[in-house]
């Protein structure tokens, strides 16, 4: 018996069809011997009471610190089978991996099974209970930056849930663009007209709150450190001025879009052309007046989507363009009452209740609208000419305006304000519309920069009662990532994880792989190369162990030899048993789920693949591949999420950075006089779980025409 195991428990469920399915006698001596063994439960569930009872009993009885449980997915039944926090569990998966997808009885389900067990036993004989790291210094204040609404919200509700709120902003007046609106778009009803901004209200709350400290025509200098301890050097008035913050959100907001550029509406030499934020200016100033000659408008017309949803300019909506022509139609019907207004849109998108508005304003008879393209403004005889094609009412029409207003739509601040004192840069890392999301499907506020959030129009083109809403749910964020760095936790997607990356520094060659693919920026380095670890950025996704070719890496619970040990400990048949046998390494995000989900649908597939799962595809290193290959394996598979920002890695860009280093493995497999197709990587939705036989089968298929590794006879 190692010393690592001296106080391991084994405890094998045979509820959930796994007593008819295998012979749990037989996975039962796979302990023996190897471990201080503690329960095989006969006709009970571990999950219920009484298993539970008996589970408690035997930490207590045999004083034990590391469990195994031999059951369901490690994905259910999580409260259930967690313990002292001083005792290690791991979990086999019997129910959905070998119950649900393999045949009943058969050798090769136990067989199956029967590695299950060992590769548990090795990973917890070489894994130990997570320390969790804590920063020495850790404020309970947080850093928000932007005074428009969205910051201003955000501050607010951060300080109204008892924490401290440094709101600093670059102007010397807080509010935003809000301050430039005259009305802004009817939020609640009787949504007929156009209401007051909500600005007024919002910067008397921000007055009352004692836990908000306003800072106005700042500037920061440099933002370093780490999630719990954000050093924040900004320049105030004059004076240079440093704070330590726990977590920081970023509400900067938005600029318009330059339309100078846009053909064929003559923006740049038609002074009669503006955009809808400056025409808005107008109404603030008392009346709307053309710019070429000073007299009052008599015809206005807008033009929607000017530059949006156009793949030259902005592919995407920025959601209020629409309703603020709306809004700017009635102004200029209110100030001039025989006025006409006409809006050429690609589609007027109002959506939910907001449609009311839509609905009243086209009850105003001098308020034209019509679906159409703009092909062209000119000017002739002190007027401009609007030509619109493909119009509802005609193929082509001219219309006669003394006025043009372009709603231009919404691009995020810059990030690079942060000034982030980061190896990996001063800014955030952008989706491909620039703005500094992490992932829009899962992680809304999220960015990758770990304790940073971004809210409102910095993170998505957004009403002023969705950055609103947005305000909010960023702060909690914060305050969420604020909490469980005091714990030593990661935040999402491995929210509580206390693992985090150790170095084994005396091997490390400064070859900075860690340092440029890390997604979220967790190390900074030395001028020489060498990283330096910033454990509480750490998402705990195990990349930068994947990518070191030194295998210096690795986690308490998750480690290069850990996962070693499970491949040696899989029982590799000679090649006359006509048994191959193929290891899949399967993400834990969408791959493992959808193995699940195919064992619940009672889905059949191969009894010749070891899975192993991983925290992310990309953290699987190099070594483990050849140690397989040594081993005899006959292929390798690697699942994991869909790369791209369409669904996206859940660590970002673990999926991309696993077909980048392909060409690395076709080294080793040059190197071992092995076939290419002997390894195959996939990537699957989490839905998709009907796909994993074919998957696995078609890919058996292609591995038996192969034929046998040639390392098995060694």
């Not at 029409?397 to 942060?418: E, H, K, W, Y």
């Not at 210096?552 to 480690?559: A, E, H, Q, R, W």
Request: charged letters at 25%; aromatic letters at 8%; proline letters at 6%.
């Amino acid at each position: 018996m190692s010393e690592e195991m001296k106080n391991t428990g084994v405890f094998i469920c045979t509820s959930c069809g796994i007593k008819n399915c295998v012979d749990t006698s037989a996975l039962a001596k796979i302990a023996e011997g190897s471990v201080k063994f503690g329960n095989c439960i006969e006709g009970v569930n571990l999950c219920h009471p009484g298993g539970l009872e008996v589970i408690e009993k035997s930490i207590l009885d045999g004083k034990l610190s590391k469990i195994l449980i031999a059951a369901c997915s490690p994905r259910v039944k999580t409260e259930e089978f967690s313990f002292n926090p001083d005792i290690l569990v791991e979990r086999v998966n019997l129910r959905e991996h070998v119950v649900g997808s393999h045949e009943a009885g058969d050798e090769d389900t136990l067989m199956l099974a029967e590695d299950m067990m060992r590769m548990g036993l090795a990973k917890l004989a070489n894994s130990s209970i997570p320390i969790p790291f804590i920063p020495e210094e850790i404020s309970n204040e947080i850093l928000v930056l932007g005074a428009g609404i969205t910051g201003i919200t955000a501050a607010i509700d951060g300080a109204r849930a008892g924490y401290k709120v440094l709101l600093v902003e670059k102007k010397e007046q807080a509010g935003g663009w809000l301050q430039e609106l005259y009305k802004q778009i009817p939020s609640s009803p009787p949504w007929s007209k156009p209401q007051n901004p909500v600005l007024g209200q919002a910067l008397e709350s921000l007055k009352k709150q004692e836990n908000i400290s306003l800072y106005t025509g700042t500037e920061i200098l440099e933002i370093s450190g780490q999630p719990g301890a954000f050093w924040v050097r900004m320049n105030h008035a004059g004076q240079e001025k440093s704070v330590l913050v726990g977590a920081i959100v970023l509400a900067t907001g938005w600029e318009p879009y330059d339309p100078s550029g846009l053909e064929p509406f003559g923006y740049s030499n038609q002074p009669d052309v503006i955009t809808s934020l400056e025409l808005e200016l107008m109404a603030g100033n008392g009346g709307f007046n053309r710019p070429s000659n000073g007299k009052p408008v008599k015809n206005v017309l807008f033009v929607q989507c000017a530059g949006s949803r156009d793949k030259d300019h902005l592919p995407y909506c920025s959601s209020v363009c629409c309703g603020t022509s709306l809004k700017q139609a009635q102004y200029i019907r209110e100030a001039h009452p025989d006025a006409n207004v006409f809006i050429i849109y690609k589609d007027i998108r109002m959506p939910g209740m907001s449609e009311n508005y839509y609905l009243e304003v086209q009850k105003d008879s001098r308020i034209f609208l019509t679906k159409g393209e703009v092909s062209g403004i000119i000017s002739e005889e002190n007027q401009l000419i609007v030509n619109v094609r493909d119009s509802l009412v005609h193929s082509n029409m001219d219309i006669s305006v003394d006025l043009v207003v372009l709603a231009v739509g919404m691009t995020p601040r810059d990030s690079m304000d942060l000034k982030l004192a980061y190896r990996q840069g001063p800014g955030l890392p952008t989706l491909k519309y620039e703005f500094p999301d992490s992932h829009f499907i899962c992680f809304p506020y999220e960015t990758r920069r770990t304790g940073i959030y971004a809210a409102g129009a910095v993170r998505a083109p957004l009403s002023i009662s969705e950055s609103i809403e947005d305000a909010g749910g960023a702060m909690l964020k914060a305050i969420q990532c604020l909490e469980a760095t005091k714990r030593g936790e990661a935040v999402h997607p491995r929210s509580g994880d206390q693992s985090y990356p150790e170095l084994y520094m005396q091997r490390c060659t400064d070859c900075k792989r860690c340092t440029e693919e890390c997604p979220f920026g967790a190390y900074d380095e030395t001028e020489k190369g060498t990283p330096l670890p910033n454990p509480s950025r750490c998402r705990r996704c195990g990349i930068c162990m994947g990518s070191c070719p030194e295998r210096i890496i690795s986690f308490k619970d998750f480690s290069i030899q850990a996962v070693s040990a499970m491949i040696k400990a899989v029982e590799v048949p000679d090649e006359f048993e006509e048994k191959p046998r193929v290891l899949a390494f399967v993400c834990e995000n969408d791959a493992y789920p959808a193995f699940d989900m195919a064992g619940m649908k009672g889905l059949k597939y191969s009894p010749f693949v070891r899975i192993i799962p991983v925290r992310c595809i990309g953290s699987v290193n190099k070594v483990w591949i050849s140690d397989a290959l040594s081993r005899g394996f006959d292929g390798i598979m690697q699942i994991g999420c869909k790369p791209g920002d369409d669904y996206q890695c859940h660590f970002i860009q673990g999926s991309e950075l696993t077909e980048t280093r392909g060409e690395n493995l076709q080294e080793t497999l040059q190197t071992m006089m092995l076939e290419p197709e002997r390894i195959r990587t996939e990537f699957i939705e989490i839905d998709e779980y009907d796909k994993i036989p074919d998957l696995i089968n078609d890919y058996m298929e292609e591995i038996e025409n192969i034929g046998p590794n040639p390392f098995k006879d060694l």
